[in-house]
T-cell receptor, first 114, second 115 residues
């Protein structure tokens, strides 16, 4: 079955530091890949997505590239802010109908200190 | 468009009681999903509706769980004879259902505590 593996957390960074959060996946087909973010007290929000190999998703200064050869979708940001403190989830889905359900990783908590 | 809403936001119940949660998806979204999230874990898929039809159920959805979407709009998730292991955040999500990579929009969740 499908699975998503995220690096162990939590992660604590100083403001303006470089961020990398690793994500690898196992899928039977050709999934779409997503990063969702959950800010304190709020629901899950889509941060970015990529639908095919070599696509790069980007939003709010975050980027992730769909790497089929390494089955990875690592999240990066060049300079984090305190407001980026949240829980980040990597996820995949394999298409339409019942396959459109999302499979999530465990999530990782990011804390950014001033 | 007010987003996906879920009620109640919090529910505390005693073991053995029945509980029902409601999800109102974004208007005209055809697909509706239920997920369960326990502490320190990512959300896990429970079930999925295309309009009023329930098309898939996870093995996580035991016989004590039932979900409905009678008119293809709001959905309810009922848990009968609750157990302490049912304590979790129950999330609802919807999407338009028109494409392969439709974004799923999540509600704030219902946090269930079973004493």
């Amino acid at each position: 079955g499908n699975s998503v593996t995220q690096m162990e957390g939590p992660v604590t960074l100083s403001e303006e530091a470089f961020l990398t959060i690793n994500c690898t996946y196992t899928a039977t087909g050709y999934p779409s890949l997503f990063w969702y973010v959950q800010y304190p007290g709020e629901g899950l929000q889509l941060l970015l997505k990529a639908t095919k190999a070599d696509d790069k998703g980007s939003n709010k200064g975050f980027e992730a590239t769909y790497r089929k050869e390494t089955t990875s979708f690592h999240l990066e940001k060049g300079s984090v802010q305190v407001s980026d403190s949240a829980v980040y989830f990597c996820a995949l889905s394999e298409g339409t109908g019942a396959n459109s359900k999302l499979t999530f990783g465990k999530g990782i908590t990011l804390s950014v200190r001033p | 468009d007010t987003g996906v809403s879920q009620n109640p936001r919090h529910k505390i119940t005693k073991r053995g009681q029945n509980v029902t949660f409601r999800c109102d998806p974004i208007s005209e979204h055809n697909r509706l999903y239920w997920y369960r999230q326990t502490l320190g874990q990512g959300p896990e898929f429970l079930t999925y509706f295309q309009n009023e039809a329930q098309l898939e159920k996870s093995r996580l959805l035991s016989d004590r769980f039932s979900a409905e979407r009678p008119k293809g709009s709001f959905s309810t998730l009922e848990i009968q004879r609750t157990e302490q292991g049912d304590s979790a955040m129950y999330l609802c999500a919807s999407n338009p259902g028109t494409g392969r990579t439709d974004t799923q929009y999540f509600g704030p969740g219902t946090r269930l505590t079973v004493l």
